[in-house]
């Protein structure tokens, strides 16, 4: 994010010195005769009086607060699919009382209107049979969705959000620009503003009456639960994900409001009923608030293909134990094609004039509508009316003079034949408003967008935000079309006649939420990239560990020749976790290393060990190998980002972006592996997982979220050294080999084993450490310790008495440990082996894959990806 | 003529399904050319949620539940439909084509806001130029537009091969008017795209086929199959069903089970599974004729 922000510490006590409207154009500021309006004078003022440095101070912590709640991309993503970072200028928008008071009378009134057009297209359809609309305007338009005629809806509310793009023309009266009826966006957005300008000018909110929006959330809240008609219902935000735009504001006004936030895949229907899927079993679920398009809801009975639904929902609808808002179908009414109907349609519904007027627009669907509009065509500007497809080669929406003579042709052309699939509309100047630009305030073209909420009477009324979203264009192009691609964002301040509560954002405006010590909805699929994040952040650091060690001694030399041996089994257990097994990893360059006669007789063993450990760094096809763990890391962390703190979600980022750098380019130098930058890189990625674990055991709460991604992380160090201790105690002399001192370095435990036994390591009492010692967070018996007190803490059904099967199964395991003879461990059979000490790692390494096992079938499985099909 | 049709829907998955949740078009509709007199859909396993209701294009539509693990799933349609003998239009008796649209446009009759639903573009007949211009070539101007319809009709049976190796359920139009081949659904999408691309209503209907069996042997059960085609409307007939695979005008042979804008309004079996596996899908369909006597 960028922040516009006033720098200049010298800067003029006059904001308004230089500020020139531009002419023919309503400035917000200003009137044509140059005096700054009243309802702006003491806000100016006021910030006038603020000491430049100690306004960028502020900002800076503002901003880093922003950032904290990720509000930092665009609304709506780029043509492209890209989307840039989000800018907000510190000058908010100042409307006065009155003004604000005509503009929420209009737009309660609009958005009454185009609930019941909703409710008549999507129901019995009057208007087409009484010729108010042509029936080409529905049929023609794709959001028509058949499988959503006829839904029932409490009150008649189809439309519980709604939101408009607006703009002032020269006259300063308010029009419409779009209107929004499937998801609205932006609310979070708006939000977010508001509580950054409030910190960062808090005497403008003191000193002046401003309205707050913590009301507006309340009623709209309120008015939502009195429609499921339940006292307290289960209410989810339905999201399209984790890796769209939206979803930072998805997850900001899910927590502000109290409320879930859920994918498709964590919904599931059953008997006509939505439910949420969590790790405490099916929760019903009363009410969706949804930000998917209407098309993606069902992949039932709407788009096949689409994920982000959950199959079934109309059923569940039709059936009337689940409210969706907006209403499923609502999309048919967001298309600019009514925009020239609404008039006669307000008059013929409600016997009312409209009050807010449409940015002038023709419908081409209609022969004298469509000849006006290719009389006048280089009057004005045509888009698609349904979609945002691109009608020609370039851009959205066309502004006809611009275009060449043969593109103007060619719109034409499929005006004539496709009329149905247009609209035209003027190309109107918007008005402008003080935007902080280069160090002073000047006029830039701006759009609002506004937010209105059914209310909860019958009487179909709706309550609109006192505030919004304004929308400032980078640049002086007047013309309102160049505003959709809006550049940076304000917050707009409606003054109040007199004070107002001084309700605070900061805090839940609702009185009824209770304090609460756990999060008891953990959606199964939430639970499930927790318990892999764990796991995978394990396995990250378990390998760099041994890479670690093993390069440090090869470079360092200092290893005793039968140590190599160690190292190679060591890296071996690594390499056959994958499918590959013995294969030989790739990578020309070491195969080129391996082509050299070996000088010495350990330099063989030498080259083998790199070659090996050059798969086991880069080589991004082989399982379980660094390169392929640090993708499952990276598609984990991006799944569970909105669980984790920032500082640790910044913390893997940082890390993933360092090792991609690495992995691109290799360390090498000629044909030898490169020791010293490839110990930089991964004792830096020690201690960047160390960081991340640190985090991870200070400052999440402990609810089930934490204690699944503990599990994971358990369960795969336990598995680890089990692996690792199998293959070097199990057999030969480890005292000899270096294996005991080279699992101490791999178990972080060596430093600790000095300080015990201040001898060189011998078997029993590093058994004793790495395997029995439930005080060594890196011993495999703390592991299952903490692995059995997290099952205990599993939810269960609480009137079941008997132990589940994964309280059995681990507290075997520890009890197993618990029972261990160290002195029977160490013995060895007249072949050599301690067959006792395999038994257990044996045990371990068959026990725990089923607990895995376990837990994902009772916890996770009902979160199995939906299969579509088309039969 | 009087028909029983079995329709029989076997899936079998290689991994138990824990629990899904299907829509079917499996239940005949009557409509001015057939009276549906009765149709048993049985289910086998039982579904825990069955649901039966109309779609917004008056197709019987059923919704069911399966919420116990199961390795198949047996749907079994038995209706008895009885098909009219069919009036024979005029195709030189109808209206001048480019008249039509304008006249339906602005006429808001019950029936024509119902002929209206199917002029423009749906999900699986998107708008097509290239379509537009083969269609041109029978509908030259001031051709009566079922004439027209035929001719087009005709060369869609000439320049298309029947082909089902060539086709999926979710081939593009554009794919199978480049490659020139496919199977009656195809056929029905490319020519109700053509008609579209005219502004003129036309809608896809999906139903049974008798197929007579070859000279002197008996009728294979299970040998007929479900069939596709499409219907247009014309102010003079109103819809008029023609069979671009068989390059006919629709008669007694044809059973209508529903129709739609296209194919993904009408599908058999539609289905959301979790679990599963791979799966493998047996129909049979049986068309046997009571009597010639309605």
Known sequence: MSVNLP??????????????????????????????????????????????????????????????????????????????????????????????????????????????????????????????????????????????????????????????????????????????????????????????????????????????????????????VARTGRESPRIVLLTAGSDTTGYFAHAYIARYLGYSLAEGPDLTVRDNRVYLKTVDGLKPVDLIIRRVDDQDCDPLELRGGSSLGVAGLLQAARAQTVTIANALGSGVVETKALMPFLPQLCRKLFGEELILPSLATWWCGQRDALDHVLANLDDLACEPAFDRRPILTSGGVLVTSALSAEERDQLRRQLAVRGEYFVAHEVASSSTTPAWIDGKLQPRPMMLRVFAAADSGGAGDYTIMPGGLARISSSNDLRTVSLQKGESTKDICVLAEGPVAPITLLRSPFSYIEPKRTGKDLPSRAADNLFWLGRYAERSEDIIRVLRSVIRHLAEDDAPVDSLTAMERVVQVLLEKGKSGEAAPGGARSDRRAEQRPERPEQLIEQRIEKRLAALMFDAELPYGLQETLAHLRRTTSLTRDRLSIDAWRTLQTFQADMAEHAQHGHWLGDFLDAGTALEMLDGAVRALGAFSGMEMENMTRNHGWRFLDMGRRLERAKHHAGLMRTLLVAGDPQEDGGLVLLLELADSLMTYRSRYLTTPILPPVIDLLLLDETNPRSIAFQIAALSSHVDELPRDADRVVRSDQQRLILSLLTELRLCDIVALCETTASGRRRALDAVFASILTKLPKLSELISRDYFSHAEARRPAEL | MIYDVSHRTTYRYSMPVSFSHHVLHLVPRSSPRQ????????????????????????????????????????????????????QRPRPAATVPWETLYPALSGDTSEAALEALQYVFASPRVPDSPELEAYARVSFTPGRPVLEAALDLTARIFDDFVYDPTATTVSTPVAEVFAERRGVCQDFAHLEIACLRALRLPARYVSGYLLTRPPEGRERLVGADASHAWLSLWCPEYGWVDLDPTNNLLVGEEHITLGWGRDYGDVSLVKGAIFGGGAHKIEVGVDVTPLSTQA
């Open chain 1, 7 to 224: 720098l200049d510490s010298t800067r003029s006590a006059n904001l308004c010195a230089d500020y020139a409207p531009l002419e023919g154009v309503f400035d917000e500021l200003m009137g044509a005769d140059f005096t700054v309006r009243p309802h702006w004078r003491s806000f100016i003022s006021a910030l006038e009086a603020i000491p430049a440095a100690d306004l960028a101070t502020r900002w800076r912590q503002a901003e880093r607060l922003r950032h904290e709640n990720g509000l930092t991309f665009t609304i709506e993503p780029d043509e492209d699919g890209s989307s840039r970072p989000w800018d907000l200028d510190f000058v908010p928008l100042v409307l006065d009382p009155a003004d604000w008071r005509s503009l929420e009378r209009g737009l309660s009134q609009r958005a009454r209107l185009l609930n019941a057009i909703l409710a008549d297209l999507n129901g019995p359809q009057r208007l087409l049979r009484e010729g108010d609309l042509p029936g080409a305007l529905l049929f023609a338009n794709p959001h028509f969705l058949r499988p959503c005629r006829n839904l029932p809806a409490k009150d008649g509310v189809y439309l519980h959000n709604y939101a408009a793009d607006m703009g002032r023309g020269p006259d300063g009266r308010w029009w419409v620009l779009a209107d929004r009826t499937q998801a609205p966006s932006g609310l979070g957005y708006a939000l977010e503003n508001r509580i950054v300008l409030a910190r960062c000018l808090p005497e403008l909110f003191r000193d002046h009456h401003i309205e707050r929006l913590a009301g507006f959330f309340q009623s709209a809240h309120e008015s939502l």
């Open chain 2, 35 to 86: 009276d549906a007199q009765r149709t048993m859909l049985s289910i086998t396993p039982t579904p825990t949620v069955h649901t039966s209701s109309t779609d917004s294009f008056g197709n019987a539509l059923t919704f069911i539940t399966l919420q116990d693990r199961h390795t198949e799933l047996v749907l079994h349609a038995k209706s008895t439909i009885d098909v009219f003998s069919p």
